[in-house]
């Protein structure tokens, strides 16, 4: 399996971003690459796959409230994009991989 560099997306936070974006945003935080079949890979030696895609892992970002999108009376819903670093920080890889499982598709 080839593994490819994720870059953090070119978005600002203030922004509601999109589930892929949030996937990118941890994905490179922890240093974790692209397989080759779209998976979220973590290391190059004894490779752990943590989520099946990156929107996969943004959407269970926001199940497990790793991120949090606060809503205004009468909009949509939309709102800026904050992530909770310590929660997420706190889980190992492992951990990760069985929540991202686990959350809601």
Do not use: Y
């Amino acid at each position: 399996m080839k593994l490819t560099r994720i870059d953090p997306p070119g978005r600002s936070f203030s922004r509601w971003l999109t589930d892929e974006e949030v996937g990118q945003v941890l994905a490179a935080s922890r240093g974790w690459r692209l397989g080759s079949d779209g998976s979220v890979v973590a290391g190059t030696l004894r490779k752990t796959v943590i989520a099946p895609s990156l929107v996969a892992l943004g959407a269970a970002a926001t199940a497990n409230r790793w991120i949090s999108r606060p809503a205004r009376a009468g909009s949509d819903g939309s709102g800026p994009t904050h992530m909770m670093w310590g929660v997420f920080e706190a889980r190992t890889d492992a951990e990760v991989a069985e929540l991202v499982a686990a959350a809601p598709r």
